[in-house]
């Protein structure tokens, strides 16, 4: 299907294990984003990527790490999940090398870290 | 730096009653302005945008003006419904990376 899929929709996962939350684009579109949403907070920015092997961190990138082989595909790994990750993850795109200003985002995943 | 500040929730309100959403921006230069709504399970959608000074961005009936010399952008709705419950969120972003949002204002329409 057309669009941006995340998966899992839902995980729970246990302190210290590593997790890795997916991420699929079928547009094409060069920047792609992970944040977190959680309660007071709205969306934070986790980590972004401008293309196909180059990413850089956003606001709250610690604990996280990223990787995009592929222009489609985007995922998010926690390395050791704590807590305090405990939260609604979104990915998103942009078209931003066409001018577009738009983000498009994922149906997100809710993780619970027990 | 660049943020976002929108009221706080949640608004609670009657069916067909006037909708206003404040949202405030701190910003250097001239940054693209955005709504976006988040349905109950769903991930954001944009509702509206506008991209310069002055300029309003409308859909499904709500509404919100670019204000350079206030710099707000509300969100506005002449007549509610209740499928318009969700949660509203008021972002900011040049042509880069950086999307800034606020924290989001949750919607109830009774009917």
């Known amino acids: 299907d057309a669009g941006i899929t995340q998966s899992p929709r839902y995980k729970i996962t246990e302190t210290g294990r590593q997790v890795t939350l997916m991420c699929h684009q079928t547009w094409s579109h060069s920047y792609m984003f992970w944040y977190r949403q959680d309660l007071g907070h709205g969306l934070r920015l986790i980590y972004y990527?401008?293309?196909?092997?180059?990413?850089d961190k956003g606001e709250v990138p610690d604990g996280y790490v990223v990787s995009r082989s592929k222009t489609e595909n985007f995922p998010l790994t926690l390395e050791s999940a704590t807590r305090s990750q405990t939260s609604v993850y979104f990915c998103?795109?942009?078209?931003?090398?066409?001018?577009?200003?738009?983000?498009?985002f994922g149906q997100g995943t809710r993780l619970t870290v027990v | 730096g660049n943020s976002v500040t929108q009221m706080e929730g949640p608004v609670t309100l009657s069916e067909e009653a006037f909708l206003t959403i404040n949202c405030t921006y701190t910003?250097?230069?001239?940054?693209?302005l955005f709504w976006y709504v988040q349905y109950p399970g769903e991930g954001l959608q944009l509702l509206l945008k506008?991209?310069?000074?002055?300029d309003k961005g409308s859909n499904k009936g709500f509404e919100a003006t670019y204000r350079k010399e206030t710099t707000s952008f509300h969100l506005e709705k002449g007549s509610v419904q209740v499928s318009d419950s969700a949660v509203y969120f008021c972002a900011l972003s040049y042509n880069n990376n950086d999307m800034r949002f606020g924290a989001g204002t949750r919607l109830t329409v009774k009917p």
């Open positions: 506008a991209t310069k000074a002055d």
């Open positions: 990527s401008a293309a196909a092997d180059i990413t």
């Open positions: 910003a250097t230069g001239y940054p693209s």
């Open positions: 998103a795109s942009r078209a931003l090398d066409r001018g577009g200003t738009e983000a498009f």
